[in-house]
């Protein structure tokens, strides 16, 4: 056992060296967070004379205050949770019953439904013909068309569809023998044994849902049914070229700067509250959603 | 023992009477997929057509090819095409190898609670919007009050408008991707690393194998199969360039360098109302999308089934 070189010295170094690199790389991840953080509650003054690098200056909530009352923020705010929930729920409605019928073998026509679902990961309309289709379906500016629009993916479906088609059998011929129906079969059987499966399609569908801002930009005109991240864009995006409006904001105890960082972190705070949680499923969510056809 | 056709219809009828349950809960999903992803297919006719939203694709006249040569004439979609060519290649080179590096550096990480606390670290920018990270990259580079800039200013040199220049465009965005999503994608190159057979490793010790050694001879080499699937996946995926985050960064100033193909369709078709040329624009990059993906998915095919992975 001796002759073990465990901890020869080049190792120590290397052992070293490896843990001061990934430091950094971890520290250079987390830092633009720590900054945000600290301009969102640092004075406006102090973050317009330069002075905020790591540390909170002049500590204030001024910005929360004028974020907090702003009534667009709050709208925002609770359409982002109207088309996170309400879409989560539509994607489970629509996908979990079509990648259960799918994942039976006997089905009639499976693999053509297979095939036309598969096909849609290698080959999509874009974005003109989509937008185009929206609006003849009316459903342009429209709650409703931005939690049907994007209720299904491929990806999450074959994810669903996989992970039912690899329920032992024993489990569904019990139920049959007792008579159920399909939809039972789903209900009693299949959801309960396919609860991780079912929990990481749920939060890709809610982490996407949150985060997405495109569509909801293109698609909806109304003021008091933009989502959070829609507001975010303009107020930083396209506010920011604008002095005139930055300047309206400087004031001795919020600036542009801080105001936009409060907002920022007030829509991390969420993700940041289901992420310990769901980064155990998504991590698992990858690697079983290797995709297969 | 053949069949007649009207004994097979009459099975086939049997068979979805028998199922018919099956069909019901497969029918939500089938009149979505329809709906949303094949009825706009049919929409793609407008690329060959002189589109008009009053008239519709029913009434707008056919013109053949004209709105592709119309295309390949008009420089700023040829400079489109050409940017998002370059911006994917630059991610090739200095992205893609990021995630990997990442991997095996925390393969070595012998403190199993700092280990998981890094990945917990890394991993979190996947979960952060665009709209979050342009917002941050906008603060950290704004020439009065960034952190670049101060920083800048604080060794005596001038401050750089980073964001209006265009050759600050591509490394910023490309840094800047790396920052979100290099963490999250290591993940799959620890799971090929963690099914690594601890025999080797226990083997190459014996031999008095250091652990660089170790890492270049034996991990590398075993998740080899691992990288070149994912090459080959990027590689497929050359004309799909992040548009939604580049929306976000540039401005005329710097589209030269920044303009991609999926942003020049949002202009012209969203922005603008050509819709047919956009549309052709989409239609072409869908066509070469679609080739290199399939090829990719091709290769990748036979590269896993003839390799240890």
Sequence with gaps: MKSFNLYSRGDKIFGWANAILLSLFVLSTLYPFIYVAAVSISSGAAVTAGRVTLWPVDVTLAAYEHVLSDRMFWIAYGNTFIYTFGGTFMSLLIMIPGAYALSRKRLRGRTFFNIAIAFTLWFHAGMIPFFLNMRDLGLLDSRFGIIIGFAASAFNVILLRNFFEAVPKSFEEAAKMDGASELQLLWKVFIPLSKPAIVTVALFCIVSRWNGYFWAMVLLRGEEKIPLQVYLKRVIVDLNSNDEFASSLLTAHYSFETVTSAIMIASIIPVLIIYPYAQKYFTKGILLGGVKE | ?309
């Design chain 2, 1 to 309: 023992m053949k069949q007649t056709y009207q004994q097979r219809l009459h099975d086939l009828w049997g068979d979805v009477r028998r199922d018919w349950q099956l069909y019901l809960l497969l029918a939500p999903m089938a009149i979505w997929f329809a709906l949303f992803l094949y009825k706009p297919m049919y929409g793609l006719v407008i690329a060959f057509q002189d589109f008009s939203i009053f008239r519709g694709i029913e009434k707008s006249p056919w013109v053949g090819f004209a709105n592709f040569v119309e295309l390949f004439q008009n420089d700023m979609f040829v400079r489109a095409f050409w940017n998002t060519i370059t911006i994917s290649g630059l991610g090739l080179i200095f992205a893609f190898p990021v995630p990997i590096i990442l991997a095996l550096m925390f393969n070595e990480v012998q403190n199993e609670v700092g280990r998981r606390w890094a990945q917990t670290i890394v991993y979190l920018p996947h979960f952060i919007s665009v709209v979050i990270v342009a917002g941050i990259v906008i603060n950290f580079l704004s020439p009065s009050i960034g952190i670049v800039n101060l920083f800048l200013k604080g060794i005596g040199l001038e401050p750089i408008y980073f964001l209006t220049q265009p050759e600050w465009f591509r490394p910023v965005f490309i840094g800047s991707s790396v920052w979100k999503e290099s963490g999250f994608e290591s993940i799959v190159y620890l799971a090929a690393i963690a099914g690594v057979s601890p025999t080797l490793y226990e083997s190459a010790r014996v031999d008095g194998a250091s652990r660089w050694q170790m890492m270049w001879r034996i991990t590398l080499p075993c998740i080899l199969p691992t990288i070149v699937i994912m090459l080959i996946i990027r590689i497929g995926n050359l004309v799909e360039v992040g548009f939604e985050y580049i929306i976000l960064l540039y401005r005329p100033s710097t589209y030269e360098s920044a303009d991609v193909v999926s942003t020049f369709i949002y202009r012209t078709g969203l922005q603008g109302t050509q819709y047919d040329l956009a549309t052709a624009a989409g239609l072409f990059n869908a066509v070469i999308a679609f080739v290199l993906v399939y090829s990719a998915n091709r290769i990748s095919r036979r590269v896993s089934s003839t390799s240890l992975w």
